[in-house]
């Protein structure tokens, strides 16, 4: 089992590009979680997915668009990167009835010039 | 937004000492507190994790302490080590709700 895999590990963008983050889980589980990750602030959940076909906005969306492709694979999009979306960003799964914990991948580093 | 609020930002402590990380928590409704430990370049992964219907977990030298009357939580390191060096993250939710709201981190410096 790799768990939860994300790419690219790191990635640089000028202002103005676009770029998806990709992520998948082989544990079969069925809610996933975009998160970003910056000092001080802790992890705010970007967007959330309870199932293939559904996608909820968390606390911070603004400037992202996600895809539940399927079961296993949720990317998130930067449609116009901009400095302020500079952060580790984390994606993660959700164990379900007997593991109820996340489950996180390495994070994707990214730095927008 | 349901928050957390985690105390200190930043603590160092010696090795052999005891770490302690404190969260407090707003929504009644919650029943799950799990603490999460992240190592430089890493994602987080879960820790220990409580449930109300106890005051006190303990995993080795990890000790949730849970007070429910003040809304309060907190992760004891007992005989602090060098590799117990990390960023921690109080967390919780309802349960049946798949979202955690997350603290804003620790990051622990345990010295020689």
């Known amino acids: 089992n790799a768990g939860v895999t994300q790419t690219p590990k790191f990635q640089v963008l000028k202002t103005g590009q676009s770029m998806t983050l990709q992520c998948a889980q082989d544990?079969?589980?069925?809610?996933m979680y975009w998160y970003r990750q910056d000092p001080g602030m802790g992890l705010r959940l970007i967007y959330y997915s309870a199932s293939e076909g559904t996608t909820d906005k968390g606390e911070v969306p603004n400037g992202y668009n996600v895809s539940r492709l399927n079961k296993r694979e949720f990317s998130l999009r930067l449609e116009s990167a901009a400095p302020s979306q500079t952060s580790v960003y984390f994606c993660a799964s959700w164990g379900g009835r007997g593991k109820e914990t996340q489950y996180f991948g390495p994070g994707t580093r990214l730095l927008v010039l | 937004q349901q928050q957390v609020k985690q105390s200190p930002q930043s603590l160092i402590v010696q090795k052999g000492g005891i770490s302690i990380i404190n969260c407090a928590y707003e929504n009644t409704a919650f029943d799950y507190f799990p603490w999460y430990q992240q190592f430089p370049g890493k994602g987080p992964a879960l820790l220990i994790a409580i449930r109300p219907d106890v005051s006190e977990k303990k995993e080795g030298r990890f000790t949730i302490s849970f007070n429910k009357s003040a809304k309060q939580f907190s992760l004891h390191i007992m005989d602090s080590q060098p590799g117990d060096s990390a960023t921690y993250f109080c967390?919780?939710?309802?349960?049946?709700?798949?979202?955690?709201?997350f603290g804003t981190g620790t990051r622990l410096t345990i010295i020689p």
């Open positions: 967390a919780s939710n309802r349960r049946g709700n798949e979202k955690l709201t």
């Open positions: 544990m079969n589980h069925n809610s």
